[in-house]
C-alpha cells in the first residue's frame, strides 16, 4: 500500500499562531539557532560564469487552493493564454497543500517525499508538515538548492510550508537551504491581516511585524496593510532589482488568495470567509472579468447532482461501503463562497499583470495552484482533498522567450516543474525526480509525451487541531485514502474504505469526462467501460511498482508509467 493510516491531521498551516497579538512597525530581530545545513543534491557541471549570465530569469506565481471555476475572473489568465502556453490537463499529486507543495519543489510523488498530510499535529505524526519535510532530506533536493548553486539568485515570498512557523514565545524555524532572499510569511496571514514574515540577513533569519490599522483606519489604509499587498510589493522590488542584476534570478511568489480565513473570528468586523482587500469588496466588478450577479452554481459543475450514483464498487463490481453521506453545502453559501473566493482573487490578478509588465524578454512567467477546491460539486461540502477534478486540476500557464502561444495536449503535474526549472537553468535534472521536464512543450505546443498524472492521498484524522475545522467540520476527515490515475477523459480511483490500522477493503470509482465535466456517474461496473478500466487498473498497477523514496534515482520503468 502506497499510503499510511492513521495519520493525524491538519489543514494548510498552524492555526497555533496568536492573531492580533504584536505590535509595532520596526523589524524585531530573532536569530535563527540553526544555521543552514549543505545541500546533498549531486551537481551536474556547471557552464562557465559568462553563459550563466544567459540565462533565463524565472517567475513562478503559486496561488492558494485556487480552483478552475475562478479562472474566468482573472483578466491576468486570459492574457498569459493568448501570449503563452497553456496546460488544461494540468493535475497536482495530492490536493493538500502541504503535500502539494512539497512535490512542486522536489518533482517527487508523496511516497518519495515522505509528505502525506497537512500537519504532524504538534509532533504527534512524522507524516505531515514541515516536519515531516524537514526529517526526510526534501530541503537538500529541492529545485531551488541546484539553481542556487548553479548560479541563481533564488527568491522565496509568500507562503511556504504548514508548520514552518513562528508565535510569540517561540523561536524561529531553521533556515531553508537554498534561498538567497527568503520572506516567508508566516500562517497569521490566512486571516489577512496582522502577521509575521521572515527576511534573511547574512543566512540568519530576521523576524518581521506587520501590524494591522487599526478598525477605524481608511480602506486604503487597510488595503496597504493586506498580507497579498505587502507580498506583491516584496516580489515586484525583487524583480526589478533582479531585472537590472547581471545574475539570472528564479523567484516564486506564493500568494494566500483565495483561501479562507482560519480564525472563526474575523480581523475586521464583517470580513467574510474569503476575505478580499476592502477595495474588491463591492462594486458590479468586483469579481473581476465575470459580473458577480452571473456567478451562480451554475459556474460550480456537478452542483447539485445526485451523489447515490458515485458509491465506491468493489473488485467484483459490488456496491462498496459510501464514504460522501453528510451534507451538501447549501446553493446560497456556495455561491456566496464563490463569488467572494473571485473578489480575493482580483488581487492576485493585478499582481499577475504588475509581474507581466516588469519582467523583460529574457524571463519566463509561470502560473499556477497548488490545489483546487470545491463548494458543494458532487455532494460535497466545503474543502479539497478528493481525486475530483474540482480539487485535482489546477491552471498552469506560462510566457517568456521562445514560447509559443497556445494551448498543450501534453498531461502534467506539479511534479514536472521542478525539472522544468532546471532545464531551463541549463542543468540536468536530478535523477531522483519522476516528473518530466516541459521545456521541449513550450516551443512545441502538439508534443504530447504523456497521458497520465498519479494521485495519492493519506486520509486526514481530525484531533482538534485542524484550523479549517471551524467552516469545514469532518469535510477533510470523512476522504478515504487513495491511489487513483488520471488521463485526458478518465479518473479510476482506488480507495481504502477500512482506516482501521492494517485493514483494507478496496473500493473503485471510474468517471469518463467526455461528455461531462464532472463525476457524474461511477461506471467501473459498467460492462461498456471495461476496456478502459482494465487500461487504467494496469496503469494503477504499474504505479504500485514505483517504491524510490527519497534520493534513489527513478527507474526507467516507472517514468515511462505515465506515457
Known amino acids: 500500500m502506497r499510503y499510511f493510516k492513521g495519520a493525524w491531521a491538519g489543514v494548510c498551516l498552524l492555526a497555533l499562531m496568536a492573531c492580533g497579538t504584536t505590535s509595532g512597525s520596526l523589524p524585531r530581530e530573532d536569530v535563527s539557532p540553526t544555521p543552514p545545513r549543505t545541500s546533498a543534491a549531486a551537481m551536474a557541471e556547471l557552464e562557465p560564469a559568462a553563459a550563466q549570465a544567459k540565462r533565463p530569469n524565472i517567475v513562478v506565481v ?13 483578466r491576468s489568465v486570459q492574457t498569459m493564454r493568448k501570449a503563452g502556453a497553456s496546460y488544461p490537463y494540468t493535475y497536482v499529486t495530492d490536493s493538500l497543500c502541504c503535500v502539494s ?16 498530510t497537512n500537519t504532524s499535529n504538534r509532533g504527534t505524526s512524522t507524516l505531515g508538515g514541515w516536519p515531516a519535510y524537514d526529517t526526510n532530506g526534501n530541503p537538500e533536493r529541492a529545485f531551488n538548492v541546484r539553481l542556487q548553486q548553479a548560479g541563481y539568485h533564488t527568491g522565496f515570498i509568500g507562503k511556504f510550508l504548514n508548520e514552518y512557523e513562528w508565535a510569540p514565545g ?45 478598525a477605524g483606519a481608511s480602506d486604503a489604509a487597510k488595503d496597504k496593510a493586506y498580507a497579498g499587498t505587502v507580498i506583491g510589493n516584496q516580489a515586484m522590488d525583487f524583480i526589478a532589482a533582479g531585472e537590472s542584476s547581471d545574475a539570472p534570478y528564479f523567484l516564486e511568489v506564493a500568494l494566500y488568495a483565495p483561501h479562507n480565513r482560519v480564525n472563526p473570528e474575523p480581523h475586521y468586523a464583517g470580513d467574510p470567509l474569503f476575505p478580499p482587500m476592502f477595495r474588491d469588496r463591492s462594486g458590479a466588478r468586483s469579481c473581476g472579468r465575470v459580473a458577480c450577479r452571473k456567478l451562480t452554481t451554475d459556474d460550480l459543475p456537478g452542483f447539485g447532482d445526485a451523489r447515490r450514483d458515485n458509491r465506491p464498487r468493489r473488485a467484483d463490481g459490488t456496491r462498496a461501503r459510501a464514504w460522501n453521506t453528510v451534507r451538501t453545502l447549501p446553493a446560497p453559501l456556495a455561491v456566496r463562497d464563490l463569488r467572494d473566493r473571485a ?12 509581474i507581466l509588465r516588469a519582467v523583460g524578454p529574457n524571463t519566463y512567467v509561470v502560473l499556477t495552484s497548488d490545489n483546487g477546491f470545491h463548494l458543494g460539486q458532487n455532494g460535497l461540502g466545503r474543502g479539497k482533498g478528493t481525486p475530483y477534478d474540482t480539487d485535482v486540476r489546477v491552471p498552469l500557464l506560462v510566457t517568456g522567450p521562445g514560447v509559443v502561444p497556445g494551448a498543450r495536449k501534453e498531461v502534467t503535474s506539479n511534479i514536472d516543474l521542478a525539472p522544468t526549472f532546471e532545464e531551463l537553468a541549463g542543468l540536468a535534472p536530478a535523477p531522483y525526480r519522476s516528473g518530466l521536464s516541459l521545456v521541449p512543450t513550450l516551443t512545441q ?16 484524522t481530525l484531533t482538534g487541531n485542524d484550523p479549517d475545522a471551524a467552516f469545514t467540520g469532518p469535510e477533510l476527515d470523512r476522504i ?7 488521463s485526458r477523459t478518465a479518473l479510476l480511483a ?17 468517471y469518463r469526462y467526455r461528455r461531462n465535466g464532472f463525476e457524474l456517474k461511477n461506471q467501473f461496473a459498467s460492462t461498456k467501460r471495461q476496456d478502459e478500466v482494465a487500461t487504467l487498473m494496469a496503469k494503477l498497477a504499474a504505479f504500485d511498482s514505483c517504491t524510490e523514496s527519497g534520493d534513489q534515482p527513478v527507474s526507467d520503468a516507472c517514468r515511462a508509467v505515465r506515457q
Open 343 to 354: 473578489r480575493m482573487s482580483q488581487s492576485a490578478d493585478r499582481l499577475v499583470k504588475r
Open 480 to 486: 478515504p485514502s487513495y491511489t487513483a490515475v488520471r
Open 445 to 460: 505546443p502538439t508534443l504530447a509525451r504523456q497521458s497520465y498524472a498519479f494521485l495519492e492521498h493519506t486520509q486526514q
Open 101 to 116: 507543495r512539497s512535490s512542486f519543489f522536489t518533482g517527487q510523488y508523496p511516497h518519495q517525499t515522505g509528505v502525506r
Open 170 to 214: 517561540r523561536s524561529l524555524p531553521p533556515v531553508v537551504p537554498g534561498w538567497t532572499t527568503f520572506n516567508t510569511v508566516f500562517g497569521s496571514a490566512y486571516d489577512g491581516w496582522d502577521f509575521a514574515s521572515t527576511r534573511l540577513v547574512d543566512q540568519r533569519l530576521q523576524l518581521v511585524q506587520h501590524p494591522a490599522p487599526p
Open 62 to 74: 503559486m496561488l492558494d487552493d485556487f480552483s478552475m471555476d475562478l479562472v474566468q475572473t482573472m
Open 494 to 510: 482506488r480507495f481504502d474504505l477500512d482506516p482501521r490500522p492494517g485493514k483494507v477493503q478496496w473500493g473503485y470509482e471510474f
